[in-house]
């Protein structure tokens, strides 16, 4: 049984920084990329970042490219959402989720749709608020 919780997320003024660790659990966690993906109420779920298997390679939505850093340490079986200069249409729930396929060979092609990952944490939130 796959588990992910997801840790650091709250409340942070426009400009500021936050950030979340997902700890992975239940299988070879560095033969999966993962991805955090984030909603906003009212809205569909949306691709934020994702990275590859040994973290080499990473892939970010628009919206967020140039402020947000993703990393993983699969010693520790985690992955980091580092987020800098947060702006209020950040705020969202925030998931962590691994994906439902295993590495296959070395090239790595970012999966960008919520139904390509198949165990998600239960999700943190980040609120942007003055």
Request: charged share 20%.
């Amino acid at each position: 049984q796959v588990q992910l919780v997801e840790s650091g997320g709250g409340l942070v003024q426009p400009g500021g920084s936050l950030r979340l660790s997902c700890a992975a659990s239940g299988r070879s966690f560095s033969n999966y990329a993962m991805a955090w993906f984030r909603q906003a109420p009212g809205k569909e779920r949306e691709f934020v970042a994702a990275i590859s298997w040994s973290g080499g390679s990473t892939h970010y939505a628009d919206s967020v490219k140039g402020r947000f850093t993703i990393s993983r340490d699969n010693g520790k079986n985690t992955v980091n959402l580092q987020m800098n200069s947060l702006k209020p249409e950040d705020t969202a729930v925030y998931y962590c989720a691994t994906d439902r396929t295993r590495r296959v060979g070395n090239v790595w092609v970012p999966k960008l749709e919520d139904y390509e990952y198949n165990y998600w944490g239960q999700g943190t939130q980040v609120t942007v608020s003055s």
